[in-house]
């Protein structure tokens, strides 16, 4: 390992996944003392003064980000640390806002010639008057991470106004089709795709790959490498790679897809999202990808700091 460094593991932060990060910031703090790193962790709270004085006060070589959702995971405290001239993991400020802002990572995957399925941006009020598209449909944030605030709308579901009542999300949704079939994710370590994990929720009440399905234990089961036709496989794993480079990621992310293989004959694979602050917890897919290819959650952690930089 090279020398020690001072590292300030952020963790915790604002938004609805708070927990998770709480989570993913622990267990990194572990790994990076494990490699005898010299290591704090700072919860990132709403006081923007005194975070910027304890990070100030703590100096650190390294901030490891493992914040997730609004405020760590789309560009703000990235510029923040930028402006600090403090070198960080994971995304800049650019990579970070696009990817969290489904509405613009949906252009960029457009534009650069990504699959992804047919949708587009609703003042969310349009919801109660009616489908914006042929049922079912799936109606999502355009600005929040792990399926937060995701429903799927199928036909003859009287559920369109207790989605608007609800919403708590902002002034707009992303609607797009749902699409059958399978989840699926591929993790990405710089320019290299790691494998592709097939993710089947456990249990009951859950129609697809949600909040509780990715983070209760046992709340989903996860197949990898995943049993799909070779062909199709190199095709995800091309794809999570452009969709890498195309929104500028740097160190880790994760790019998440439907497979529907309903018509074996004639599969279509989705691109969903990227996340450029993959779950760092004891059920997370990037770390459990690592491990497969022979990368150990230390070492998976010790690249991410040598990975780490800043854009100032």
Known sequence: MSTSKRITVLMGGISSERTVSLSSGQGVAEALRSLGHTVSTLDAGADLGALVAELGAQKPDVVFNALHGRFGEDGCIQGILDWMGLAY?????????????????????????????????????ELAEGDPLAAPYVVKPVSEGSSVGVSIVRPGANVRERIVRDWT????????????????????MGERALTITDITPTGSGHDFYDYDAKYSTGGSRHELPARIAPDVAQRALDVAVAAHKTLGCAGASRSDFRLDDTDPANPRLILLEV??????????????????????????????VEQATCRQ
């Not at 994971?90 to 949708?119: Q, Y």
């Not at 690592?290 to 991410?304: D, E, K, R, T, V």
């Open 275 to 304: 996340n450029t602050q993959p779950g760092m917890t004891a059920t997370s897919l990037l770390p459990e990808q690592a491990a497969y290819c022979g990368i150990s959650f230390p070492a998976l952690c010790h690249w991410l």
């Open 169 to 188: 999300f902002g002034p707009h949704a992303l609607v797009e089709e749902f699409i059958p079939g399978r989840e699926i994710t591929v993790g990405v």
């Open 89 to 125: 993991t994971h995304s800049g400020v650019r990579a970070s806002a696009t990817a969290m802002n489904k509405a613009a990572a949906r252009a960029a995957f457009v534009s650069a010639g990504l699959p992804v399925a047919e949708g587009r941006v609703i003042d969310i009020a």
